[in-house]
């Protein structure tokens, strides 16, 4: 039996949830009030990683993956949820590290937060290239062959890099990237479409893109750069305000007075319907943010409202 054949590919829910929230910009309450309201709805997978979210005020790294391990230990629900994380991206001053020895301790750390003895799936969270692939490839291996991972994925990998992984993986049974996680939104598209989409829809890989709403902007929550001072996604929705910015804005609410419904849910339904697209991350803070994911899910964009937002976006 191979490393592909003891692995085994989730159904997959049409959104994922963004925990990067956790224990950042939802507390704890919030986060289980979240986590509950989700499963409810079928939404079953949870993305997390090591770093969420050290960048927030108090956090060192971990903060979120405590929280879904405290709800997980609470409403003792492991096996009704997939649990996505990953390993090395940067926390703090730190290198990408995607060594064996780094990923092996990151694990058992991810493990111990989440209060969990595996991960249904274990992303590479960032390119490293002063470590082999074979390297890493062995050490994801390994960790399956132990029960810790049950499939891996990819996040932020150049293309050329990702096709080098799926070539290495077939050529020398390793584990391969089934899951790959590209950042993809109408203001962040040339990144995957193209050649990146078509080895997606061509090797079959799950694709959970994220930065679905653009870490806020495509709400229509801010209608100026002055609005998003002193927020906490500042640092990520300020560059947005541009002329595509204004356009995009436009015809996101354009589009939410003809179906009646947020400008939220039509970014995201616009991503759900893209080709190779499998299921976008969305976040949200408030329960009440939880209505633009009904919406979207009711969704069905037509012609010319897909052309207008490509046109916007262009």
């Known amino acids: 039996m191979t490393t592909q054949d003891r692995t085994r590919l989730f159904k997959m829910p049409p959104i994922v949830f963004g925990g990067n929230v956790f224990g950042w910009t939802a507390d704890k309450k919030m986060s289980f009030y979240l986590l509950d309201a989700l499963l409810e709805r079928g939404?079953?997978?949870?993305?997390?990683a090591n770093v969420y979210s050290y960048w927030g005020e108090g956090n060192s790294g971990g903060e979120s993956e405590t929280v879904i391990g405290q709800w997980l230990h609470e409403r003792k629900n492991r096996d009704q949820v997939i649990i996505a994380t990953k390993v090395g991206s940067p926390i703090g001053d730190e290198s990408n590290n995607l060594s064996a020895a780094y990923i092996k301790e990151q694990i058992d750390l991810s493990l111990k937060r989440l209060q969990t003895d595996y991960v249904d799936i274990y992303f590479s969270h960032k390119y490293d290239e002063s470590v082999t692939q074979r390297e890493t490839?062995?050490?994801?291996k390994h960790l399956i062959n132990e029960g810790k991972v049950r499939e891996i994925g990819a996040s932020n990998f150049p293309l050329a890099v990702l096709r080098d992984a799926i070539e290495l993986s077939k050529a020398e049974d390793l584990p391969m990237y089934n899951y790959v996680q590209p950042q993809?939104?109408?203001?962040e598209r040339e990144g995957f479409e193209g050649d990146y989409q078509r080895l997606c829809i061509e090797e079959n890989l799950k694709v959970i893109s994220y930065f679905t709403l653009a870490s806020g902007f495509l709400t229509g929550k801010y209608q100026s750069v002055e609005e998003t001072s002193g927020k906490a996604r500042e640092r990520f929705v300020k560059k947005y305000f541009t002329a595509k910015g204004n356009r995009v804005l436009k015809a996101l609410t354009a589009l939410s007075k003809k179906y009646n419904c947020s400008e939220a849910a039509i970014a995201i339904a616009w991503t759900i319907a893209q080709p190779g697209i499998t299921?976008?991350?969305v976040s949200a803070t408030k329960i009440a943010h939880l209505e633009a994911f009904d919406q979207a899910l009711k969704l069905n964009l037509d012609q010319e409202a897909i052309d207008l937002l490509k046109d916007a976006s262009a």
């Open 43 to 48: 939404l079953n997978v949870i993305d997390t």
């Open 279 to 281: 299921a976008p991350i």
């Open 184 to 187: 993809y939104n109408l203001m």
């Open 137 to 140: 490839l062995a050490a994801y």
